[in-house]
């Protein structure tokens, strides 16, 4: 697992690739850059409570499991698992999204990354046991 810092500013290029990808309308860069800055800055999540790094099968298991319980909303699971099975259709399946598909998905990452940045800044600024489910997610 890497660093804590490591894993922010890797989630941060990530975002600002996908941004970059929309404005060159690259959509597989999009999908994948999006996924990976809001699952990079989970990991950093973890590496603010020292657990563990995980891989895709632990994913949501952790999540349901650990972080949601105790410093994320279930609305942030929801996105999490919209933006995985996404990426997984888009990239595994047989068809190309289109411009609105596409447009919701960017919103979302947005959205998610925009949230587990805040929670992992506000650990940080806490310590990894702050934050206890008084945050909201919009």
């Not at 890797?10 to 990808?21: G, I, N, T």
């Not at 319980?69 to 289109?98: I, M, N």
């Not at 805040?118 to 600024?125: F, G, L, P, R």
Request: aromatic content about 14%.
């Amino acid at each position: 697992m890497a660093d804590l810092n490591t894993h922010k500013e890797f989630a941060r290029q990530l975002y600002v690739a996908m941004r970059r990808a929309v404005a060159d309308e690259h959509w597989p860069i999009v999908v994948d850059a999006g996924f990976y800055a809001v699952y990079h800055t989970m990991e950093a999540l973890n590496a603010v409570g020292c657990r563990d790094s995980y891989n895709f099968a632990d994913a949501v298991d952790i999540l349901e499991r650990v972080l949601v319980p105790r410093v994320l909303s279930q609305a942030f699971l929801k996105d999490y698992e919209y933006l995985f099975y996404f990426r997984r259709g888009v990239l595994y399946g047989p068809h190309f999204p289109t411009q609105v598909q596409l447009d919701e998905y960017v919103v979302t990452s947005e959205r998610a990354y925009a949230y587990i940045l805040s929670v992992v800044n506000q650990q940080m600024a806490h310590g990894a046991d702050a934050g206890k489910r008084g945050q909201t997610y919009a």
